[in-house]
């Protein structure tokens, strides 16, 4: 899988609000997690997270995309209740699956 086909189905199964084991088979076991409020230093640690609060109510639409041989960029606008922003995630892909993201918006929209 490109990293481009990967980074969107990673966005498929999270936006889902489904089970979020399906998120593993798409995660390096070093994977890692970064954003503005909150950090995953495990695969496991952000499934399980995932799975303790996933996302309801939530969508996104994909605004640009761009990718290079290892790595994605998606840019999109966030949606929930009472929430709109624009965010984006860079998703570093090793033998392909998702090694690291990245995700980057303005937090304040949420307070």
């Not at 695969?43 to 290079?68: G, T």
């Not at 041989?69 to 892909?93: I, N, R």
């Amino acid at each position: 899988m490109t990293p481009l086909a990967l980074a969107r189905r990673y966005m498929e199964v999270v936006f889902s609000g489904g089970n979020a084991d399906d998120l593993r088979p798409l995660l390096t076991d070093d994977f890692t997690f970064q954003g503005p409020l909150y950090d995953f230093a495990s695969a496991e640690q952000y499934v399980a997270a995932m799975a303790s609060d996933p996302l309801h109510d939530a969508s996104y639409r994909i605004l640009r995309e761009f990718s290079d041989d290892d790595a994605a960029c998606l840019v999109y606008e966030f949606t929930k209740p009472g929430v709109t922003t624009t965010m984006a995630q860079v998703f570093e892909v090793r033998e392909g699956r998702v090694a690291k993201v990245l995700l980057l918006f303005d937090s304040a929209a949420f307070r």
